[in-house]
């Protein structure tokens, strides 16, 4: 059926207005249950798919009930539907409550939760309808029930089914002040009105000493939820015992025309207006003040000793007529108006708007299915075939392929032109790990101990400080860390403080070890954070192929198998790979190399340079000609030095070792300890 035809089939139904007539009360009886018949069965359609959850994706025609707290609500409710609710439980107004009435011959009940909402409030991806304990066929185990289901709304962290006992009640699990989930109720019976709709917490505008003030903005945000949707009917209920203005629920709709529109007010306790202001109630009910689109109409309860004794619903239907029928001014109120008074006159008028609403809007509604539905098949062609001649085939070529794939990718996959270098996963896994190996590699060479072979405190022209240091930095690694630097004299003042028994002239090795662990005690941080960050690469990179190999079964548990499996190796390899890296890092804590020849040369070449450094800090002229006048004759004198020594059978000098023929000095023990730690470094990094 095309959505015209649709639109046309529906709209043909005729207003039971148009049932009078000369064509006889036979013909219009029949006509009356045509049209009632023909409105169960659009009531029972939008019944259907608000329990399959619908209304999340598609806005259905809905009644809400709209009031203040103590405004009368719930016995509203009690007199359209003929269910006792729950008093004094301190619950029975802090979820919403979905009332599904529906003509019946027999009468039943039965209670669901429906849970749209997780604990923090956010709507979840696939809501859940379950069923609250089993049906009900007696009225007055209604009342029990639904306080347990609300409680169990109250309390999600707690199996709602331990609130079907009367001895779980008190459980001690935290409540939630207000929830979004509601509990469903679905009543069947011969005086049953047609209709659904939902009952929300009372509009509040202060708490009890220790409540929580957010409580009053919370549910006034529940109540815009529902009452804001376009295709949402209001029952505003408004209490005659208290000023019109006072009660915050008319102020969500007052501003909003197109919400004033869709409407319907009701006034409960007639029976408190206080004497002398029954004029204005009746002037609102007559719709000349405070007016509605949809009007308003007057309802009469039971009082609460009423309630104490156990009225039947039908003794509190006879009350409700006999206060309108000889209580002044409604006894005399005009005919007109008199359809706008009692419980049944709005629940017929209610189920008649809605009925009038779903007709005209079910045809849109089946267009939006039909749209969902064609947007579900395009996308469940993306899934595989429901079945396989061998599963269990299928899942081993699965598991090969990404084997495989993730073998390539360890192994190394070289870029295409069209990756994207800053993506992780298209830039390669080798080349993303061997960043950040680059990066530690830099970092360790960093921690390199800096040593300055000159004193602190010496005054030296800032022009050969600046040469000093240039010429000592050529060892150094760039941007090294702060707190590195280490002066001559300071080296000098350790050796003198750690000599123990040893003969003049010698210092204990542990100086050496000093300056060596400065060195290698940050290693094993930055160790760990290069390690966990090649982890999260390779966690993310994997978890991609995962995705990318199983992603399309991800409703069928076969992603999330495959996910925790990758996880538990992750972890294992996690905790293997920590204790490789920390029995590297102890097997640093005392100094020892193998690389003799590296370790000779670069202590030879560091302690040349260091005491050159330090002769030159103290004002001496160098043999290298840097501060030498004449630099022609000093490189004159060295050359015939050097060949004198040769001549004394010593070959192989370069100038730099003419250095070793300086005189001794009291720093000697200090460079010599510098150079033998920095060598060790340079030996153990470069190595």
């Keep these: 059926m095309s959505d015209s035809n649709s639109s046309t089939s529906w709209n043909n139904i005729p207003s039971p207005a148009s049932a009078s007539g000369p064509t006889g009360s036979d013909q219009s009886n029949a006509f009356m249950q045509t049209y009632t018949a023909r409105r169960r069965q659009i009531l029972d359609v939008l019944n259907v798919l608000t329990s399959l959850g619908i209304q999340n994706d598609i806005d259905l025609p809905r009644v809400a009930v709209l009031g203040s707290q103590s405004a009368g609500k719930s016995s509203l409710i009690e007199s359209m539907s003929g269910i006792s609710l729950p008093r004094a439980s301190g619950t029975c107004t802090r979820c919403p409550m979905e009332c599904r009435l529906q003509f019946g011959e027999t009468w039943s009940c039965s209670v669901m939760l429906r849970f749209e909402f997780d604990s923090g409030g956010n709507r979840l991806s696939t809501p859940r309808e379950v069923s609250f304990g089993g049906p009900i066929s007696d009225k007055a185990d209604v009342t029990a029930r639904l306080r347990r289901a609300q409680r169990a709304i109250l309390r999600p962290s707690i199996d709602a089914n331990k609130f079907l006992d009367d001895s779980d009640l008190e459980t001690n699990g935290t409540s939630l002040s207000f929830s979004k989930n509601y509990v469903c109720i679905h009543v069947q019976g011969p005086q049953v009105p047609d209709l659904t709709f939902y009952d929300l917490p009372g509009i509040i505008a202060n708490v009890s000493d220790g409540g929580n003030e957010k409580d009053i903005q919370l549910v006034e945000d529940l109540a815009k939820m529902y009452i804001t949707q376009p295709n949402c009917i209001v029952l505003l209920v408004i209490t005659c015992e208290t000023d ?207 040593f300055r072979p000159w004193e602190s405190h010496d005054s030296i022209d800032r022009s050969v400080q600046r040469s000093l240091l240039k010429e000592v930095k050529e060892d150094d690694p760039p941007s090294g860390c702060k707190g590195n630097e280490f002066y001559i004299e300071e080296v000098m003042d350790l050796a003198e403080r750690s000599r123990t028994r040893e003969l003049p002239g010698n ?181």
């Excluded at 001014?329 to 008074?341: A, F, G, Q």
């Excluded at 060295?638 to 192989?652: D, P």
Aim: net charge neutral; with cysteine.
């Design 244 to 450: 019109f203005e006072n009660q915050g629920a008319y102020r969500l709709i007052k501003a909003d025309e197109s919400l004033r529109a869709r409407t319907v007010g009701v006034l409960t306790k007639p029976d408190r207006i206080e004497p002398g202001n029954e004029q204005r109630w009746l002037r609102i009910l007559r719709n000349e003040i405070n007016t509605l689109e949809n009007g308003w109409f007057a309802v009469k309860q039971p009082d609460f000793q009423q309630l104490e004794r156990g009225i039947s619903w039908e003794a509190a239907r006879i009350g409700e007529r006999d206060f309108f029928s000889t209580t002044q001014p409604w006894s005399n109120l005009e005919d007109k108006h008199r359809n706008r008074i009692g419980s049944a006159a709005l629940a017929d008028h209610l189920g008649q708007m809605l009925s009038d609403l779903a007709s005209t809007k079910l045809p849109a509604v089946l267009a939006s299915i039909n749209r969902l539905l064609g947007n579900v098949d395009q996308e469940l062609k993306k899934y595989p075939a429901p079945t396989y001649d061998d599963p269990k085939r299928e899942i081993i070529m699965l598991l090969r392929d990404f084997t495989k794939d993730v073998a390539k990718h360890v192994e190394g996959l070289p870029p295409s032109c069209t990756d994207d270098p800053v993506d992780p996963f298209t830039a390669g896994l080798i080349y993303s790990i061997n960043k950040q190996y680059d990066a530690f590699r830099l970092q360790v060479h960093r921690t390199a101990p800096q």
């Design 507 to 687: 210092y204990p090795f542990a100086v050496k070890v000093t300056y060596i662990d400065e060195t290698i005690r940050s290693w094993r941080d930055l160790a760990a954070k290069c390690f966990e960050k090649v982890r999260d690469i390779t966690v993310d990179h994997v978890n991609r192929l995962v995705q990318d190999h199983f992603g399309r079964y991800e409703h069928g548990g076969l992603l999330d198998a495959v996910s925790n499996v990758v996880k538990e190796q992750f972890n294992r390899r996690e905790i293997t790979t920590k204790g490789k890296i920390e029995s590297i890092c102890r097997g640093e804590d005392r100094p020892c190399t193998q690389n003799e020849d590296y370790f000779f040369h670069y202590r030879s070449k560091l302690l040349v340079k260091y005491k050159a450094v330090y002769k030159r800090s103290k004002g001496h002229g160098s043999i290298f000609g840097l501060s030498s006048e004449d630099p022609h004759n000093v490189r004159r004198l060295v050359n015939e030095a050097i060949a004198a020594l040769a001549r004394l059978n010593i070959h192989g000098l370069k100038p730099d070792d003419l250095v070793k023929l300086f005189p001794e000095n009291k720093m000697d023990p200090a460079l010599e300890i510098v150079s033998e730690a920095r060598a060790y470094f340079q030996g153990i990094v470069l190595e």
